[in-house]
């Protein structure tokens, strides 16, 4: 969708922080990024991307409203509207990744934006990758008006996905209890996550903070404004190897020194707490 609507430095709005594969996309495609300043809670400031979209010629907007990557943000149901109001009155489109969306704690699955999209405006992707099968590589998007020229684009790049791997999903999801197996998984990270954020809280020192998302299976976590995770990388790795997700991953310009991303879904195992616990020492 960005190489539909974009020319070399047009200007696109995303979150900051940010999944890094989206911070990679804008700059392989060398676009002016806008930054939008994101809440650990609530996701996308709409007041931010109110004012940004009023004085940048933005052409197009990327975000995540539920179990947000790095933050594990969810958006409350007002502000998705309030996003797609600020954008749809500039017609400005929206990318909607939701590739956790099955991935919710809650009773019900809540709705991405595309739900309330009357005009066409957004492009809801998403794909099993984590939730049934990462290696496959089979995703979609529901690009509203954007379909034909999305599916042109893609023909012309990769002609389709992988067939096997689309037959393969297609016959689990009709015949393999897909709906038993989501449940499950669902279950096992709301447990998981439960289970890190207590170890963390802990072991860490007193002034950290940590998320707490509905969803997803990323922790966000806040450390002493002196700590600086991205320095502390190599000599985890070299000395304890221990491999971490540094804030500075997430934004240009050396933001989120202190903070950290954590991937809640893996079991919680002796080593794995002992490799918190190393860290805890570090930033102590
Ligand atoms: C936020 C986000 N979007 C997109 C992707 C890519 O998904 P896929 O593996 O289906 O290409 C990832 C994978 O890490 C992700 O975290």
Not at 220 to 231: A, F, K, M, P, Q
């Amino acid at each position: 969708m960005l190489r539909l609507r974009f020319n070399y430095r047009s200007s696109s709005a995303y979150e900051s922080p940010a999944f890094y594969g989206e911070l990679q996309t804008i700059e392989r495609l060398q676009l002016k990024a806008i930054e939008i300043i994101t809440d650990p809670q609530f996701g996308m400031s709409v007041d931010a991307l109110k004012h940004a979209v009023n004085s940048h010629d933005i052409k197009a907007c990327w975000l995540m409203s539920k179990y947000q990557n790095p933050l594990g943000a969810s958006m409350p149901e007002v502000n998705k509207l309030a996003i797609l109001d600020v954008l749809a009155a500039k017609h400005i489109p929206l990318l909607e990744d939701d590739v956790y969306s099955e991935l919710y704690f809650s009773e019900y699955k809540p709705k991405p934006i595309k739900a309330y999209d009357q005009q066409g405006l957004v492009l809801h992707c998403s794909s099993f990758s984590k939730c049934l099968a990462p290696g496959f590589r089979v995703g979609w998007v529901v690009a509203g008006r954007y379909a034909k020229q999305i599916e042109k684009l893609q023909f012309m790049t990769t002609l389709s996905a992988a067939v096997p791997n689309q037959l393969a999903i297609a016959e689990f999801v009709l015949h393999g209890n897909y709906d038993t197996h989501l449940r499950r998984l669902r279950r096992q990270l709301e447990s998981r996550q439960q289970q890190m954020r207590h170890a963390i809280e802990q072991y860490f020192p007193l002034e950290t903070t940590i998320t707490r998302p509905s969803g997803g299976y990323f922790l966000w976590v806040v450390l002493s404004d002196h700590i600086n995770t991205g320095e502390l990388l190599q000599t985890l790795l070299d000395d304890h190897n221990i491999s971490i997700a540094p804030g500075t991953l997430f934004a240009s310009d050396q933001q989120y020194k202190n903070c950290m991303r954590i991937n809640s879904s893996y079991l919680l195992t002796d080593k794995i707490r002992q490799a918190l616990i190393t860290l805890a020492r570090c930033f102590a």
